[in-house]
C-alpha cells in the first residue's frame, strides 16, 4: 500500500509544494467561475472542454468543434504561446471552462487562462527525480482537483483553482526503478493508473486505483501471474522475481455502459524468450485488460502477440467504437496491425495487417500470431526486421472522425539489423536484452521515414500522406473535416480529413512532440500544440540515423496555441 501524505492542514508545506497565485482580477474570475468535473461531464465532455488525454473515456481524439473548418483553417494565425520548462516532452493538456491545465517535465503543473495565456497559478514539487524518464504524458482531472503522476512512482492531487497540493501518495519505490509517465483515468471517484519498471523485484507492474479525495489505495492489479496463479504457467518455471515487464506507458480507457476499464500492457522483459527463459505466453504481457473498476479484478483478457520477442509491444491506445453491431476496441501497436475486439467479451473479431512488418501471420479466424520461419531471435546474432524497434506506431495515438467512420494514424518506416543479448538474472537487474543495432530505412518507404494514413473501419485505405520527416505527435480530428498531426521537422499540419489534401502548415520552433488538442474559449476555436525535445524509448534513434539532414533544436519546450483573426 502507498504512503499518503496529506497536506491541507500545513500551510508551509503547501507552500513549499507550490506556487499559486491569481496574476489579475480577470484571472481569479475565471478561476472562480470553473464548474466541477463530474462523473457526468467525465462521460459527455462540454464541446468547449478537453477533460482527458484524448478528449473522452472512449479515446477517439476528436473535436465537435468545427468553428475551423476546411474552407477557413488556411487562416490560422498564432494566438498564444508558453514556454515551458526543459526536460524531455511528450505532454498533453486538459482544458475545462476557459481554463488549460499543463504539465510540464520534472512534476510542474500550470494553470493557464485558456483564451490569453496568462498565468494563473503554477505548482512545482520540490522532490529530488530521477535523472532520466522525467517526462509527464498529462493529467486528470475529476470535481476541483487535478491529479498528477510522477517519474519518481508518486500520484499528486493539486487543488485545481489554488494549485496547492491536497494529497500525495507514494505507489511504488522509485528507488527500485518504478515510475509513472502516463496520466491517470478517473473513473467514479478512483483514481487510476499503471505502473512502469523492467528491473527483477518481487514487486511487480500493476494497475491501482486511489480514492480521488483521500489518496487512499483501493486496489491493485498485478499485470503478472506469478507462480500457482492463473496463467502463473505461461512463464514457465522462471522464478517470481525474475518476471518483469508487462509495464504500462499509456491511459487506458472506459466503457461506461460496460463498465469497464481497459488498460494494455508492454511486452515482457527482457524481449526475447531466450533471455527470459520463457517458452510460453508470458501473462499478461502484450494484453489487453478489461478491468471491473470497483475491484480492479480481470474480467477478461486478449494477448495481442504471446510471448513477444523483438519489443513490438501493444501497450498503446484504445479506441472504443460502435461498428457493424458491435460494441468494438480497436488498438493498433508497433507492428503496424489494426486489431478489432469485443470489448464486452475480449472475442476476437479482426486483424489488418498494413503490411509494413516481417515478422508475424496471423490467423484470422481465431487472431493467433505464429512468428515466421527464421525470426525468433537468437542470442548475439544479428537479425534484421521490420519494423525498427520504435515502432510503425507507437505513442503517437491516433485518433478517429464518426463523420467519416475513419481512423487517421501516423507510422514510422524504418527496420533494424539488430543484436538481442542475455541478461544476468540477479534481484534488482534486468533490463531489455539488446545490444548492437542499426537502423534503416523501410524497404518500401521510398526513402521516406514518415507517412500519416487514413483507413476505414473496414480496412480500405482511404489515402496516405508520405514525406522524410517521421510523424511525431498524437493525432487530432475535427467536426470541422480536419486531421491535425505534427512531425519531427517542426511542421505542424492540417489535412482535409476526407480526401487527404494538405490544407494548412506552420513551423514550430521546436519538434511537435506531444498531445494536439483542440477547445474553445472566449467564443473562439482553438488548437493547441505541443512542441519540444527528447522522446521516449527508441524514438529519436530513427529520425537521426534515417534522415540526418533534419537537425532540431536541443530545447524549445512549449505549447503554441492557435485560432482564427477575431471577427
Not at 476557459?98 to 483564451?115: E, K, W, Y
Not at 533471455?275 to 502484450?286: V, W
Not at 487530432?476 to 473535416?481: D, F, I, Y
Request: charged share 20%.
Amino acid at each position: 500500500m502507498g504512503t499518503v501524505r496529506c497536506c491541507t492542514l500545513t500551510a508551509a508545506i503547501a507552500f513549499s509544494a507550490a506556487v499559486a497565485h491569481a496574476q489579475t482580477d480577470g484571472a481569479a474570475t475565471v478561476l472562480r467561475d470553473m464548474a466541477p468535473v463530474t462523473d457526468a461531464m467525465l462521460r459527455d465532455p462540454a464541446p468547449a472542454d478537453w477533460l482527458h488525454w484524448r478528449r473522452t473515456y472512449d479515446g477517439w481524439g476528436y473535436s465537435p468543434l468545427d468553428q475551423v473548418d476546411r474552407e477557413n483553417v488556411h487562416e490560422l494565425r498564432l494566438a498564444w504561446a508558453w514556454a515551458m520548462d526543459p526536460g524531455t516532452q511528450v505532454t498533453t493538456p486538459l482544458v475545462h471552462d476557459g481554463v488549460m491545465f499543463l504539465a510540464s517535465p520534472n512534476s510542474i503543473v500550470q494553470a493557464l487562462d485558456a483564451a490569453s495565456g496568462d498565468l494563473l497559478w503554477e505548482f512545482r514539487d520540490p522532490a529530488e527525480l530521477p535523472p532520466v524518464r522525467r517526462e509527464v504524458r498529462g493529467l486528470s482531472i475529476w470535481e476541483d482537483t487535478i491529479y498528477l503522476n510522477t517519474a519518481d512512482a508518486r500520484v499528486i492531487a493539486i487543488d485545481a483553482r489554488t494549485g496547492r497540493r491536497v494529497w500525495d501518495v507514494q505507489v511504488a519505490d522509485p528507488e527500485q526503478g518504478f515510475r509513472y509517465s502516463a496520466s491517470s483515468l478517473v473513473v467514479r471517484g478512483k483514481v487510476i493508473s499503471g505502473l512502469q519498471n523492467n528491473r527483477f523485484w518481487k514487486e511487480k507492474n500493476a494497475v491501482t486505483a486511489h480514492d480521488a479525495r483521500t489518496g487512499e489505495e483501493l486496489w491493485r492489479t498485478r499485470t503478472i501471474a506469478l507462480p500457482g496463479e492463473p496463467g502463473g504457467d505461461s512463464w514457465g518455471d522462471v522464478p517470481a522475481v525474475f518476471r518483469a515487464g508487462a509495464d504500462m506507458w499509456i491511459t487506458g480507457g472506459y466503457d461506461p455502459e460496460l463498465d469497464l476499464i481497459y488498460w494494455s500492457t508492454a511486452q515482457a522483459k527482457p524481449f526475447t524468450a531466450a533471455a527470459r527463459g520463457t517458452d510460453g505466453d508470458a501473462l499478461y504481457s502484450n494484453s489487453t485488460l478489461a478491468l471491473d473498476p470497483d475491484d480492479g479484478s480481470i474480467v477478461w483478457y486478449r494477448q495481442w502477440v504471446p510471448g513477444e520477442q523483438h519489443d513490438m509491444d501493444e501497450v498503446f491506445e484504445h479506441v472504443l467504437i460502435d461498428h457493424a453491431g458491435r460494441s468494438s476496441l480497436f488498438k493498433m501497436g508497433k507492428l503496424g496491425i489494426l486489431w478489432e475486439a469485443d470489448r464486452g467479451t475480449g472475442e476476437f473479431i479482426n486483424a489488418i495487417d498494413l503490411g509494413y512488418q516481417n515478422l508475424v501471420d496471423i490467423d484470422l479466424d481465431t487472431g493467433r500470431v505464429s512468428y515466421r520461419p527464421g525470426m525468433i531471435p537468437e542470442l548475439d546474432r544479428a537479425m534484421d526486421h521490420c519494423p525498427h524497434i520504435s515502432g510503425l506506431h507507437s505513442w503517437r495515438a491516433m485518433a478517429y472522425h464518426p463523420g467519416l467512420d475513419a481512423l487517421f494514424f501516423p507510422l514510422q518506416l524504418a527496420c533494424n539489423r539488430i543484436v538481442y543479448t542475455n541478461i544476468e538474472k540477479v534481484e534488482g537487474g534486468g533490463g531489455v536484452g539488446i545490444g548492437a543495432w542499426r537502423v534503416y530505412p523501410h524497404p518500401d518507404s521510398g526513402g521516406n521515414l514518415g507517412e500519416f494514413m487514413a483507413m476505414d473501419l473496414a480496412g480500405n485505405v482511404l489515402w496516405r500522406h508520405r514525406q522524410r520527416a517521421t510523424f511525431n505527435s498524437t493525432t487530432l480530428t475535427t467536426a470541422g473535416g480536419l486531421a491535425f498531426v505534427g512531425d519531427w521537422n517542426r511542421y505542424i499540419h492540417a489535412f482535409d480529413a476526407a480526401t487527404g489534401d494538405l490544407l494548412w502548415q506552420t513551423r514550430a520552433g521546436a519538434s511537435v512532440q506531444g498531445g494536439i488538442i483542440s477547445y474553445a474559449a472566449a467564443g473562439r476555436q482553438h488548437i493547441a500544440v505541443i512542441v519540444g525535445t527528447g522522446a521516449s524509448s527508441w524514438s529519436n534513434q530513427a529520425p537521426q540515423a534515417v534522415t540526418p539532414e533534419l537537425r532540431r533544436p536541443n530545447h524549445g519546450n512549449a505549447v503554441m496555441v492557435f485560432a482564427l483573426p477575431a471577427r
